[in-house]
């Protein structure tokens, strides 16, 4: 798409191109080239000679049990962000639609952990859930439960989940709020006269009509607890105790960073990158739905 | 029509009219009640560990070690706070809080305003030229939406240790300011302006930066503010960018300086000036969302398009 109206010149809009394309060039496409690169090279930790070995690369992440038990973490961390953060999001959306003039307070009183950075949500829950200090920490103790997130693999994947769907919670609310305000009242007024109930009218009308923006969220969710959570793993359990809570993102880090094993770490690498294309496609086609229904 | 023209049918007797009405309106304020009820617990829940970072930032160390922390704030808010502020919290002392307040705003202003200024400039060239390669730069610029720093943060690093770039802040932001989503806003945006506009400007002789400096600029402000709110926080919250390339103390970001301060989650830290440190680190961005939430929620919906 472009104006019928258009400036003459060719200097000047590639000198105005000229900034961002030199940044996507040197720290995009660069990097991203030599992540596929370095994934069919076998380097040894030193640097000192490197070998062309194809797949083998990619063969070994995903026979790699480690690897496959990262992406197990991944999926039931996703999984549980995404469906804790959505339910709760759109109850509350339900709730505060139902009052036009409180919608905007609790809008207002909602939204702000949204501004809360990754690592910073994961101490205020940690401060919680200490097995010594924090309040719900000892409080689980003193109940019976026993309770320490730094032992126990499960008790830390909840902590993690918690902590990562307590942040998420904000931006699903700000948007099924105005997904829900969008729906005609004219529509649930006539259910209503039919003899609806709230229920049926939710399930029946509501729901269908606000799948689109479901659906977008969804991704948005998805994408979220896969890439944007590293924060809140690193401060919080590291990635353990024994591997629990080490998702793919992380497990790139620990490989890449740590253990210097540049090979494998590009494979993985290359392999989120083709699951970050496959999401924001789905992404881009939620979108247009979303502006077409 | 007046209400005599009704059909007999249409009439109900005004006894049972009153009844249904008031049963109606009965069932109407308890779903009220019970919503308001959910949100008043969605919001408490939702405020719950923040209130308590704020308690624990008021108590001394020695009381929350023991594992006492009160549900009210303690008195000792002052000298936590100076601590946290003149020589750095946690048991480790890292660097001062002022030091890094300061290094976060930094990083989150050179990035927001970064990523704006480049996205109007590419946005601007794409809109309203035509020459070759449009198309190209267009798709160039469009792909890295999928490229995400965290897939490939290794040879990112690498590239800025070949360009000698770490621990610098040129090394920090630059990366981080190529933006897609703020070039299609843009874009989007741009398209909208009339092309009366552009016409009227021709023939009044200014050129195109002049009628992007007086015309495009001014009309773009709301747009700025509200893509700026958001860029703000992406930049105040980045945590993985930042511990791979900064490891001088002087440069720390609060983000990352405040969990560095946790280590492994040791029961004997000094929580309470850990938890004056986690709200300096949160206050600047939620002042930004609930002093500019207009803004804010304008430009989430619309970066999303």
Same mark, same amino acid.
């Given at each position: 798409m472009q104006k019928k109206v258009i400036f003459k010149g060719r200097l000047l809009p590639l000198a105005l191109l000229a900034p961002q394309l030199a940044v996507t060039f040197v720290f995009f496409f660069w990097p991203a080239g030599q992540a596929i690169y370095q994934s069919l090279l076998r380097e040894d930790a030193f640097g000192f000679s490197r070998e062309f070995v194809g797949l083998e690369n990619f063969q070994e992440v995903l026979s790699d049990p480690s690897w496959v038990n990262a992406a197990l973490n991944s999926l039931v961390f996703s999984g549980c962000v995404a469906g804790l953060a959505l339910g709760l999001a759109l109850f509350l959306a339900v709730q505060a639609d139902k009052s036009l003039r409180g919608a905007t307070v609790y809008r207002s009183l909602l939204i702000w952990p949204y501004a809360v950075a990754p690592a910073v949500a994961a101490v205020l829950w940690l401060f919680l859930f200490q097995? !010594?200090?924090g309040l719900l920490g000892r409080g689980l103790n003193a109940i019976g439960i026993a309770w320490d997130y730094r032992l126990n693999g499960n008790q830390a994947m909840i902590l993690v989940i918690i902590a990562a769907a307590w942040k998420q919670l904000a931006y699903n609310f700000i948007f099924f709020l105005a997904g829900l305000q969008s729906i005609p009242a004219s529509v649930l007024e006539a259910a209503a006269i039919d003899g609806a109930r709230p229920a049926r009218r939710f399930w029946t009308i509501i729901f269908p009509l606000l799948s689109p923006t479901t659906f977008f969220l969804l991704v948005v969710n998805l994408t979220y607890a896969f890439f944007e959570t590293f924060g809140i793993i690193h401060a919080l359990t590291?990635?353990?105790?024994?591997?629990? =809570?080490? =998702?793919l993102i992380y497990k790139v880090y620990v490989d890449g960073?740590? !253990?210097?094993?540049l090979g494998s770490s590009s494979a993985q690498s290359v392999i989120l990158m083709i699951l970050v294309i496959g999401l924001t496609a789905i992404q881009f086609r939620a979108v247009e739905k979303k502006v077409h229904y | 029509m007046s209400s005599t023209t009704l059909p007999a049918t249409a009439r109900v007797p005004a006894v049972r009219d009153d009844a249904l009405l008031r049963a109606t309106r009965r069932r109407l304020l308890i779903s009220r009640i019970i919503a308001h009820g959910a949100l008043i617990l969605g919001v408490l829940i939702v405020a719950f560990p923040i209130w308590m970072t704020l308690v624990g930032s008021t108590h001394d160390a020695a009381t929350i070690g023991r594992g006492d922390v009160p549900l009210l704030p303690g008195l000792h808010a002052t000298e936590n706070y100076a601590t946290a502020w003149n020589e750095g919290g946690g048991?480790?002392?890292?660097?001062p809080a002022s030091i890094m307040l300061w290094n976060s705003l930094l990083m989150a202003v050179l990035i927001a305003v970064g990523k704006i200024a480049i996205s109007i400039l590419s946005a601007y060239a794409v809109v309203f030229f035509s020459f070759p390669g449009r198309m190209a730069a267009f798709w160039a610029i469009f792909i890295t939406l999928m490229l995400p720093v965290e897939v490939r943060i290794i040879p990112t690093f690498q590239v800025i240790v070949d360009l000698n770039l770490g621990n610098t802040w040129a090394g920090l932001v630059i990366p981080l300011i190529a933006s897609a989503t703020a070039t299609l806003l843009f874009r989007q945006f741009f398209l909208t302006i009339p092309d009366e506009f552009v016409e009227a400007a021709k023939i009044d002789g200014a050129g195109p930066l002049r009628f992007l400096k007086d015309v495009v600029l001014p009309l773009s402000l709301t747009n700025i503010a509200a893509l700026f709110v958001i860029l703000f926080i992406y930049g105040w919250n980045q945590y993985l960018w930042p511990l791979l390339i900064i490891n001088d103390r002087s440069m720390e970001t609060i983000v990352v300086g405040l969990s560095k301060m946790i280590? &492994?989650?040791? &029961?004997?830290?000094?929580w309470n000036t850990i938890m004056a440190t986690a709200v300096l680190a949160l206050l600047p961005p939620v002042l930004v969302v609930a002093l500019m939430q207009r803004w804010f929620v304008r430009g989430l919906t619309e970066t999303e398009k």
């Open positions: 097995p !010594n200090v590291s990635g353990g105790p024994a591997k629990a =809570t080490e =998702t960073v740590q !253990n210097l094993n | 048991r480790t002392r890292t660097t280590g &492994s989650g040791d &029961s004997q830290n000094e």
